[in-house]
């Protein structure tokens, strides 16, 4: 403090008030002035400062959409409210909070511009949120295998079919001939609508007045795809 006092006396006492005072020192303006060159150098300020901790520890802590580091982690802020805080972690479930931070008793209007700019010293303002995390439960391959039967079950029975589980079916012993066919209900030749009729004729194309039409624009040449069925 004495180096910033003897620096407020020479340069401020004397370059600038000894313009008005003429040769020599002004007591009370050289005073004066190093009150105010000290209260300008020894103003107050808020250091604000939150920490996340999670247990287990190492989880990517992002705040606000932006990723500040790997629990723990500390990083300043300037603005009260509410902030988003996300974590991740391999293993576990992911994690989302807002979480409220709400301003000290001196950072209530009018009451922080005093503590921000009139009164000597630091105010140190540092919040600690600590999470749990969960871990995450994966479900087993035959568990989602045994979901998907069933769910493929109940549709085609409210469809009026019926599947065999393929747990159910018995496995085919070497040597035994291959399952055939039963017999189709009704006298039907084919297990598909419409296999094994002829195909449609196609209409005869009009020729002009006067010319014998060839048996290529009656019956236009058509390719039918040929389909075989087991």
């Keep these: 403090m004495g180096y910033w006092i003897h620096l407020a006396k020479r340069f401020i006492g004397h370059t600038v008030l000894s313009t008005f005072t003429g040769n020599g020192y002004c007591p009370t303006l050289v005073g004066s002035a190093t009150l105010l060159f000290c209260l300008l150098f020894a103003a107050g300020c808020v250091e604000r400062r939150l920490?996340?901790?999670?247990?287990?520890?190492?989880a990517r802590v992002f705040i606000d959409d932006y990723e500040i580091g790997t629990s723990p982690c500390s990083t300043h802020f300037t603005y009260y409210g509410t902030r988003k805080i996300r974590l991740v972690?391999?293993?576990f479930k992911t994690k989302t909070i807002y979480q409220p931070l709400p301003p000290p008793w001196y950072q209530i209007p009018p009451l922080d511009?005093?503590?921000?700019?009139?009164i000597p010293g630091t105010f140190r303002d540092?919040?600690?949120?600590?999470?749990?995390l969960e871990p995450e439960i994966v479900t087993p391959a035959e568990e989602l295998l045994r979901r998907a039967e069933a769910v493929r079950s109940q549709t085609l029975s409210e469809a009026?079919?019926?599947v065999v589980p393929m747990d159910r079916v018995p496995p085919r012993q070497e040597g035994s001939p291959a399952l055939q066919?039963?017999?189709?209900p009704g006298g039907a030749t084919s297990r598909f609508p419409g296999a094994g009729e002829p195909p449609p004729q196609p209409l005869p194309v009009a020729t002009p007045m006067g010319e014998v039409p060839t048996p290529t624009q009656v019956y236009p040449q058509q390719v039918y795809p040929q389909t075989s069925y087991p």
Excluded: M, S
């Design 160 to 162: 009026g079919q019926f």
């Design 89 to 91: 972690k391999d293993g």
């Design 126 to 132: 540092h919040r600690t949120v600590r999470y749990e």
């Design 51 to 58: 920490t996340v901790r999670t247990d287990p520890p190492g």
């Design 181 to 184: 066919p039963g017999p189709l």
């Design 113 to 118: 511009f005093f503590a921000e700019n009139l």
